[in-house]
C-alpha cells in the first residue's frame, strides 16, 4: 500500500500570530450549532473504530509518509456493504467495525441520522455527505438490496457498461460530490467487477478566530529522523480550550460555532509520535476531551495542501473481515451470484489555511464475482510531526485523521 505523492511546491505554510483582539473583526460570525443525536453506544463504537483503524495504518504504513484518512466515509461505505452481508462475513464486517455488540438495524438507524443530521448541525459549516451504488448492466442484483441501500443511505444508483464511459462517469461523481477536489478515484473496471459502493464526503468550516495572514511567516519544522526543513507557520493567539500533559500537548481549534472542531496532538519530541498513536484509543480521547480547559495561548498550525490515496483492504482484513475478501465471502443478500469484495480504496483531500479547512475523502468498495508577540503565553507549536482529528462535538463523530511527518 503505497500513498500517492502528494505535497506540491506550496504545500505546508505556516502562518503568523494571531492577536483576537487585532482579528475579531474579520473573523466570520459563528454558525448556530444543532445537536446530533446518536446512541452512546454506537457513537463509542464508532470512535473505537476510528481509532482502530488509525493505529493498524500507523503500524503498515511507511514510518515518515503522511497519512490523512476519513474514518467516518469508510464506515458508512462498510456500512452499505454490511446490508448485502451474511453469515460469518455479516460477523467480520462488525467486528471489523468495532459493532459486535450493535445490530445492523441499530447501525442503520445510526447512519440514517448522521446522514441527515450531520450535514445541518452549523450552518456555517459545509458538510456533503453523498452515496451511490454502481452496477453492471445486466447484474441480477436483489431488490432488497437496492431498497435498503436508498431508504438508509439515500444512495444514488447507477446501471452502467462498466467500459471506459462508465470509468469517466465515476470519476465525474466523485468530483461533483467533492467540490472538484478529488477527481480520479478509478483507473480501470475489470471483467469480473460487477458493482461498486461509493461514499463521498466533502467538509469545508472557517475558524472561529481567523488566522491573520500577514503575521505568516518561515518557520523551521523538526523531522522525525532528524533535521529540519522550512514551511510557512500559521500563528495565532488567543483564549483556546488545551490540555498539557508529560508527552504532549493538545489544542482545540474551533470552527464557527465550535460544534466542528480541529484537535491538534503536538509531542514533546519530534520521535515521541508514534509512543503517542499507540496510546491513543477511545478511552483516552473520552479522557482529553473532558481535561481541556480554557487558556490564552499561542498556536502554531503548518499551512498546507495534501492529496492521499490508500488501498485499505489488507487493513482491514486485519481488523476482522478477511472473509469477504476471498472466495467464501457471503453477500446473498446482494445476488445470487458468489461476490467477494475485491478492494477497498480512499481517496483524500486536506487543506489548512488562515481562514479555515477544506477536506474531501471518497471511499470505493469494488465488488467483484468470486473466481479470483506581545504578552508572553504557553504555546503549542506544531514544528515538528504531529496528529490531529476533525470531529463533531455532539455525535462524538469523527470525520477525519491525520498525521503530519513532513510537511
Excluded at 484537535?263 to 491513543?280: G, I, N, S
Excluded at 479555515?356 to 473466481?371: C, F
Amino acid at each position: 500500500m503505497k500513498p500517492s505523492k502528494f505535497l506540491s511546491a506550496a504545500l505546508f505554510s505556516l502562518s503568523g500570530i494571531l492577536f483576537l483582539a487585532c482579528s475579531q473583526d474579520k473573523s466570520p460570525q459563528p454558525g448556530v450549532g444543532k445537536p446530533v443525536h446518536v446512541s452512546s453506544r454506537v457513537a463509542d463504537q464508532t470512535n473505537d473504530f476510528a481509532f482502530d483503524l488509525t493505529r493498524n495504518l500507523y503500524k503498515t504504513e511507511p514510518a515518515g509518509d503522511n497519512i490523512f484518512v476519513s474514518p467516518l466515509s469508510l464506515h458508512i461505505a462498510l456500512g452499505m456493504l454490511l446490508n448485502g452481508a451474511e453469515g460469518e462475513t455479516r460477523d467480520g464486517i462488525l467486528k471489523a467495525l468495532k459493532a459486535e455488540e450493535s445490530s445492523v438495524e441499530a447501525l442503520n438507524e445510526a447512519y440514517t441520522t448522521l446522514l441527515k443530521e450531520l450535514p445541518a448541525a452549523d450552518n456555517k459549516v459545509k458538510l456533503d455527505i453523498a452515496n451511490a451504488v454502481w452496477t453492471r448492466k445486466n447484474f441480477a442484483v436483489k431488490p432488497g438490496f437496492h431498497a435498503i441501500l436508498k431508504e438508509i443511505f439515500d444512495s444514488e444508483a447507477y446501471e452502467e457498461p462498466f467500459d471506459q464511459s462508465t470509468v469517466d462517469k465515476i470519476n465525474h461523481w466523485a468530483s461533483e460530490k467533492t467540490q472538484g477536489k478529488i477527481q480520479k478515484v478509478i483507473d480501470e473496471i475489470s471483467d469480473d467487477h460487477v458493482m461498486f459502493l461509493m461514499n463521498a464526503l466533502y467538509f469545508k468550516g472557517d475558524w472561529k478566530y481567523a488566522f491573520d495572514q500577514s503575521k505568516t511567516r518561515d518557520w523551521d519544522f523538526q523531522l522525525a529522523g532528524g533535521g529540519s526543513k522550512k514551511v510557512k507557520m500559521m500563528l495565532a493567539e488567543s483564549d483556546f480550550r488545551t490540555l498539557s500533559t508529560e508527552d504532549y500537548s493538545v489544542v482545540e481549534l474551533p470552527y464557527s460555532s465550535g460544534q466542528f472542531n480541529l484537535t491538534l496532538f503536538v509531542p514533546h519530541q519530534a520521535e515521541k509520535l508514534t509512543d503517542l498513536l499507540e496510546d491513543l484509543d477511545h478511552a483516552e480521547w473520552e479522557k482529553v476531551q473532558q481535561q481541556l480547559s480554557v487558556k490564552g495561548l499561542k498556536v502554531g498550525l503548518p499551512k498546507f495542501r495534501l492529496d492521499y490515496e490508500i488501498q485499505l483492504g489488507n487493513v482491514l482484513a486485519q481488523m476482522g473481515m478477511s472473509r469477504a475478501f476471498s472466495d467464501a465471502a457471503q453477500f446473498g443478500k446482494i445476488s445470487d451470484h458468489p461476490l467477494l469484495v475485491s478492494f477497498v480504496k480512499q481517496n483524500t483531500f486536506l487543506g489548512i489555511d488562515e481562514e479555515g479547512t477544506e477536506a474531501a475523502a471518497v471511499t470505493t468498495i469494488g465488488i467483484g464475482t468470486t473466481s479470483t508577540g506581545g504578552t508572553a503565553k504557553p504555546a503549542i507549536i506544531a514544528d515538528r510531526p504531529f496528529f490531529f482529528i476533525i470531529s463533531e462535538k455532539t455525535s462524538k463523530t469523527i470525520l477525519f485523521t491525520g498525521r503530519i511527518m513532513n510537511p
